[in-house]
């Protein structure tokens, strides 16, 4: 009996050993390529340019002989391909390790293949298992190829860290649509409701520079063809004297305006960019300046980061239809209730030049559906219970009195309505529900393919939708009720 416990025992542990030791599905570190980045443009030839930023290790570039731009510790591989797998492929032979999806934090794409559709795109990552909930859309203004090579240079080897606070960020100030794969991609084929995504583009700076550079380039390549056929008519009249040297003269004559004129252009080009650097280096007057709507690549400001993440992209079907500045975004959340604590910049009451900072808090907002008799529309409440409170006024004493705080109050609650059903009034005309109605409506179906029948996205634009802002600011822990 003793010795067949041993047996046992012995069986066990070696079966333990073989199952625990071996792994037919493992590699090593150095057999993969894991792609953190994956961009998405309009190819030249061939249906899509897929670009990806890998992390290199110390010992080697990554075993790729491709062309491929490195920045700090990380390097990018850019080729066109029938397919998104396809381009993917290729990427691999070259590298000679086999790609993984699975520690992917972003997924770009650019606003030109956004307006055509991306459906195509994503459903294939769609398909992979390894593409995790971790990893976030973003819509480039420029290719997505310029804004990997622009934000992985700014960054090194600090993408993952940096992804994760920027995460972060986003969901306490909402400057952003920031979203997840899998939510984005669920939204993108949800009946209900449409899908939106970050907006991110080039610093304003970096595309100063950009058109700037494109702009002597252009005009290199024209010096040089101007040369070149002067070249080729002082050839072609080598053999002729009087009128060679009349042609001599006027050529001169003609190289000598044309040197005015592009010295006449150089000072304007001057002039202009100076122009431009004193905007973006001229100090913003902060609170005076309210009604300023940014998008990202527009921002303002002197900064040495190359790329900025500021606004949201609308999409209607798998199309990009419109994108949404700062506050627009701001707005957007604050119907959802998705800002945890943003500041929102509002004119005073008492003075037209000064403003009020409130600290918003917006929990979800309550939907209201009630069907119309004898339509087939539906009558929409949406009720707004924001958490307020008065971070900072720029007039002494305006809301310590109570008189004068029921006013800052009042005021705050018209200005932010207003907004409001501006925004609201905008997403019917492009048509577009991005406040999840559409879940609340198909509650009055009896079947979805009955609430699809129904062809929601259709009937929004006509729905009436009424807003119920309840504006209770507190100061101090003291509510108004």
């Not at 570039?61 to 491709?66: M, R």
């Not at 040297?245 to 100076?274: C, E």
């Not at 209607?316 to 700062?326: F, Q, Y």
């Not at 004898?374 to 008065?390: A, C, G, M, Q, Y």
């Amino acid at each position: 009996m003793k010795f067949r416990k041993i047996i046992i025992a012995i069986l066990i542990i070696a079966i333990m050993a073989a199952t625990l030791g071996e792994n037919y599905d493992s590699m090593e570190l150095n057999q993969a390529a894991y792609i953190i980045a994956i961009g998405i443009d309009k190819g030249t030839e061939n249906a899509v340019r897929v670009t990806v930023k890998i992390p290199v290790y110390k010992s080697d570039s990554g075993g790729g002989s491709s062309k491929g731009s490195e920045s700090g510790d990380l390097v990018t591989y850019s080729i066109d391909g029938k397919s998104i797998m396809g381009a993917l492929d290729m990427v691999r032979t070259n590298l000679n390790r086999r790609l993984s999806l699975a520690h992917i934090k972003m997924i770009i794409i650019s606003e030109e293949a956004a307006r055509d559709g991306i459906m195509k795109y994503l459903l294939v990552l769609a398909q992979s298992r390894e593409v995790n909930d971790s990893c976030y859309i973003l819509i480039s203004r420029q290719t997505a190829y310029e804004f990997i090579e622009k934000y992985s240079a700014s960054l090194g080897s600090n993408v993952f860290p940096e992804i994760d606070m920027l995460s972060n960020t986003v969901t306490s100030e909402n400057h952003l649509g920031m979203i997840s794969f899998t939510k984005f991609y669920s939204a993108l084929v949800s009946p209900y409701h449409s899908s939106y995504a970050s907006y991110c583009s080039l610093s304003k700076e970096e595309i100063e520079n950009k058109e700037k550079e494109d702009k002597e380039d252009k005009k290199d390549k024209k010096d040089k063809e101007d040369k070149k056929d002067k070249d080729e008519d002082k050839d072609e009249d080598e053999d002729e004297g009087d009128e060679t040297s009349k042609s001599d003269k006027n050529d001169k004559k003609d190289k000598s305006d044309s040197d005015n004129s592009n010295g006449a252009g150089d000072v304007d080009d001057k002039k202009n960019d100076m122009s431009e650097k004193s905007i973006i280096e001229k100090p913003r007057q902060g609170m005076l300046n309210i009604d300023a709507e940014y998008l990202a690549g527009e921002m303002p400001v002197k900064r040495h980061r190359k790329v900025e993440f500021v606004g949201t992209a609308i999409f209607s079907d798998d199309k990009l239809v419109d994108v949404l500045t700062n506050i627009n975004t701001r707005i957007m959340q604050i119907i959802r209730g998705g800002i945890k604590s943003a500041k929102f910049v509002l004119r005073s009451p008492h003075e037209d030049n000064k403003a009020i900072t409130l600290n918003i808090e917006s929990k979800p907002s309550k939907i209201v559906v009630t069907k119309i008799p004898n339509s087939d529309l539906f009558k929409v409440k949406i009720v707004i219970r924001p958490h307020v409170e008065i971070f900072a006024s720029e007039i002494p004493n305006e809301y310590e009195y109570p008189t004068k705080f029921y006013e800052v109050q009042n005021a705050c609650r018209d200005q932010l309505y207003e907004r409001i059903k501006t925004f609201i009034k905008r997403t019917q005309e492009i048509n577009y529900d991005i406040f999840n109605i559409g879940y609340h409506i198909a509650r009055n179906f009896a079947t979805i393919k009955e609430f699809e029948g129904y062809n929601w996205f259709e009937k929004y634009k006509s729905t009436p939708i009424e807003v119920d802002l309840d504006l209770n600011i507190r100061r101090m822990a003291i509510t108004t009720n």
